[in-house]
């Protein structure tokens, strides 16, 4: 066995040395026992040692020995392994120091982590070197082997251990619970609304999740392989996703897109599945090269997007895109080419879930776009609400007008006709006479005041009275006045305030005082009374409101000849149309008296 | 009768034959003496700054509503006048505003022209008539409690009595003035006073929505 020789940090360079307080042993006599066959020959090699560089598509055991220099002063030593794995048993000086796992128990991969351990003083040496030996369990594809080993005083060691676990697992914890964070509000956001974007980020939260842990969790819930495959195919998929979802919120998903995306899917599955099953991790590395194709599809999306119409988010986005180029062109250089170092870590992981943070902003910024523009959407809904509303109550108002001018135009149709019929008739029987000729000038002044009353009367109708029947009646009597008074007759007035009566139409109040007019006439032409008395209540019962007119002149039975003609078959017409009771009989002790009865409603 | 005795009255109709008629009646009445008639409101206008009436009659019915202005006019320029108007029949909102404007009596161009020296001479000594319609519409509009908005509104100055409101309120329902004297128990030249009140009110009152109204508006510093 050649002797194993330790090299004060040469490889690190610049902070190697004892004096620094560690040194980086990258060297060890390698022994490797492939599964199936003899153990090989030890060999010095240089570390970091990967296993599936030697034996891609098997597992084994290997065995490294390593010198750990003479310590000096009374301080606690650490050994430091940036990788070490699968399952190892780690000695110093032949003493078993810590067993991490048991070898060739698959359940444990301690290859994901760095790992720290104190090494007691009894076992190291003052002025010679002491052995430090690895036994690893490896299983093909996973990484197992060692790294360059860090061994120096504990308070230099730790810190750099710290920073590698902060690189390696705190940050990428926090970026799995962010994402799941971001996965669960992105799938409720998919469950309420269906729209593919939310969904497509659910889903990257998701095979993102999936792939961090596969690089943190030191027991997986599966056995290997099939963990490993179901990292690999996570990883695919989660590229995949990242580019349809890229195209889905800053460009076009073309129709060849989508077909290429599920194609690009399901061989990326089968490959990888078949990679990891059979031990042959070309084709892995080959389905991680192709996927390059999606990647600068989205990338130049991004780009090309943010150059045409920057936005916050295509800017995020496009940043988030050349981080994670520079970071895995910084990985290439520092971690895939072994002999550069072994204490650098994968920035590309973390570049990506940058990217993936972005898409969640851009998910946020969706939303909030959407959320604005259902606002919006409410906002110009209730306004077209308001502005219908308002056309209906504007419609509402003309049919009201319209039915309103209607009957005001049918009212007055009927005063006209009225007046035709009252003013007309008298006029034209006032030329008869006239042409005749022979007529008594009192006959004919007498028929030019009758059509006279008529015209007042029609005009009279036409006046706002309230509602008030009792102006009715007062204009009446105010009209009539100077006649009654030239006729000698005493009126007695006895007219109540009478209730408002909403239902009082011009045709109503023409024909009240047309009855009332007739019988009055009544009264000065043929009734040779001496007092009329007037009186106008309210009626209780039926509501209703009772108009008297009562003479104390030569009766009914007396004026029967003239009244019970055609003025009295008019009178009773006139009290029909309005829905009025009218009563004319005998007064006691003698006269007529003319009740007439309105209804109320 | 002298010529000093008679009651002085000028008259401003643009319609000729109406005014004919109206300057015959005057002219029969040994009560009255025509003393100017116009037929504008121009003509009256310049003669106003001059004459003095006791009773100006004035068309309603003149062009472009100036009735109302030579209404203003007399009421400036001849304060001691008394303003009657000459309408048609039925033109009681333009009655009121006539009120509004100083006016105190009112002839009905119906052909009852016969009865005009007696209206002149009643509202020379005092008697303001007023017909059942215009009361309703005087008790709507200015009676407490059935004032329209603004005017309720507006300060209280103008406000009926409650024996103008009940003068009113009879008046609508057909009752007389000497109907009126029993009934309340005053004399005639008591309800004539109330009734020359309402008026007076109105036309406060009108003035009071008028101001009212424009500061309302802003018209008017408050």
Redesign the interface.
């Known amino acids: 066995m050649a002797a194993p020789r330790a090299e004060a940090g040469n490889a690190g360079g610049e902070g190697g040395g004892a004096d620094a307080g560690f040194v980086q042993i990258d060297r060890a006599l390698v022994t490797l026992w492939p599964d199936g066959s003899p153990a090989e020959a030890p060999v010095e090699r240089a570390l970091p040692h990967r296993w599936d560089i030697d034996h891609p598509h098997g597992g084994g055991r290997a065995r490294y020995q390593l010198m750990l220099p003479p310590v000096r002063g009374a301080e606690p030593y650490a050994l430091f392994f940036p990788r070490i794995g699968n399952q190892v048993e780690v000695r110093v000086g032949g003493h078993l120091v810590t067993k991490l796992g048991e070898l060739g128990d698959e359940s444990t991969d301690m290859a994901k982590l760095p790992v720290l351990m104190t090494v007691p003083a009894a076992l190291l040496s003052h002025d010679a070197p002491t052995e430090l030996q690895v036994d690893a369990a490896v299983q093909p594809g996973r990484w197992g082997g060692l790294s360059a080993v860090i061994f120096g005083v504990q308070s230099v060691v730790v810190p750099m251990y710290r920073t590698n676990e902060l690189w390696r697992q705190s940050a990428p914890t926090a970026i799995t619970w962010a994402l799941v964070f971001m996965g669960l509000i992105a799938g409720g956001l998919w469950w309420q609304h269906r729209e593919g974007l939310y969904g497509i980020f659910a889903l990257i939260s998701l095979f993102g999740v999936t792939t961090i842990s596969g690089r943190l969790l030191i027991t997986p819930p599966l056995p290997w392989p099939a963990w490993g495959a179901v990292g690999g195919i996570a990883l695919c998929v989660l590229l995949l996703l990242m580019a349809r979802f890229v195209m889905v919120a800053i460009a076009e998903l073309r129709p060849w897109m989508r077909v290429a995306f599920w194609v690009y899917l399901g061989l990326c599955v089968c490959a990888v599945t078949a990679s990891f099953l059979w031990h042959q991790p070309l084709i892995y590395t080959l389905v991680l090269g192709s996927l390059l194709l999606p990647a600068m599809v989205m990338m130049y999306s991004i780009v090309r997007k943010m150059w045409m119409a920057p936005t916050w988010e295509s800017t995020l986005m496009c940043l988030a895109g050349v981080t994670a180029i520079v970071a895995g062109a910084r990985d290439f250089m520092v971690v895939r080419i072994p002999e550069s170092g072994s204490m650098s870590y994968a920035m590309l992981p973390l570049a990506v879930f940058f990217l993936v943070l972005a898409m969640g902003g851009t998910v946020v910024g969706h939303y909030v776009r959407q959320v604005a523009a259902y606002r919006e959407l409410n906002a110009s809904l209730a306004r077209r609400i308001a502005e219908r509303e308002a056309e209906l109550g504007e419609s509402h108002r003309l049919q009201q007008r319209q039915s309103e001018e209607q009957a005001a135009l049918q009212e007055r149709q009927r005063i006209m006709r009225d007046i035709h019929d009252g003013v007309g008739a008298h006029l034209v029987g006032l030329l008869s006479m006239m042409k005749k000729g022979g007529a008594a000038a009192e006959a004919l002044q007498e028929q030019a005041h009758a059509a ?1 009353d008529e ?2 009367m029609a ?2 109708s ?5 509602g ?1 029947l ?2 009715v ?6 009209r009539l ?2 006649r009654l008074e030239a006729a000698g007759l005493r009126v007695e ?1 006895e ?3 009478l209730p408002e009566m909403r239902s009082l139409t011009p045709t109503t109040v023409l024909n009240v005082q047309r009855i009332l007019l007739e019988a009055f006439t009544n009264v000065l032409k043929h009734a040779a009374a001496t007092t009329v008395r007037v009186t106008a209540r309210r009626v209780e019962g039926p509501d209703r409101l009772e108009l008297r007119v009562q003479d104390d002149g030569a009766g009914i039975s007396a004026e029967q000849g003239r009244v019970s003609g055609h003025g009295l078959g008019n009178m009773r017409a006139r009290a029909q149309s309005i829905g009025a009771a009218l009563v004319i009989q005998h007064a006691q002790p003698h006269g007529t008296v003319v009740e007439l009865s309105l209804p109320m409603a | 009768m002298t010529a000093i005795d008679r009651v002085r009255v000028a008259l401003v109709e643009d319609e000729a034959g109406t005014r004919a008629r109206l300057c015959s009646a005057v002219a029969q009445s040994p009560a009255l003496e025509l003393v100017f008639t116009a037929a504008t409101a121009g003509e009256i206008h310049a003669w106003l700054r001059e004459g003095r009436p006791d009773v100006l009659l004035v068309d309603l019915g003149l062009p472009d509503g100036s009735g109302f202005e030579v209404i203003e006019w007399c009421r400036q320029l001849a304060p001691k006048a008394e303003t009657m108007v000459i309408t048609m029949f039925g033109d009681e909102a333009n009655m009121i505003r006539a009120f509004e404007a100083g006016a105190r009596g009112y002839l009905l161009k119906d052909g009852t022209e016969d009865d005009l020296s007696r209206h002149v001479l009643q509202l020379h000594a005092g008697g303001s008539p007023m017909s059942p319609i215009i009361a309703r519409q005087l008790l709507t509009r200015m009676a407490p409690g059935t004032a329209a908005p603004i005017a309720a509104a507006a300060p209280a100055v103008a406000s009926l009595s409650p024996r103008e409101t009940e003068v009113l309120a009879l008046v609508s329902r057909g009752y007389t003035y000497p109907e009126l004297t029993s009934l309340l128990g005053v004399s005639l030249s008591t309800i004539q006073t109330h009734v020359k009140s309402i008026y007076s009110k109105l036309a406060v009152h009108s003035k009071t929505e008028a101001v009212f109204e424009a500061r309302q508006l802003g018209l008017l510093d408050r």
Not at chain 1, 462 to 466: A, D, G, R, S
Not at chain 1, 473 to 478: E, G, K, P, V
Request: net charge neutral; no cysteine; hydrophobic share 50%.
């Open positions: 006279l015209l007042r005009v009279d036409l006046q706002p009275v309230n008030d009792a102006t009646l007062a204009t009446l009597r105010y006045q100077p007035w007219v109540a305030a």
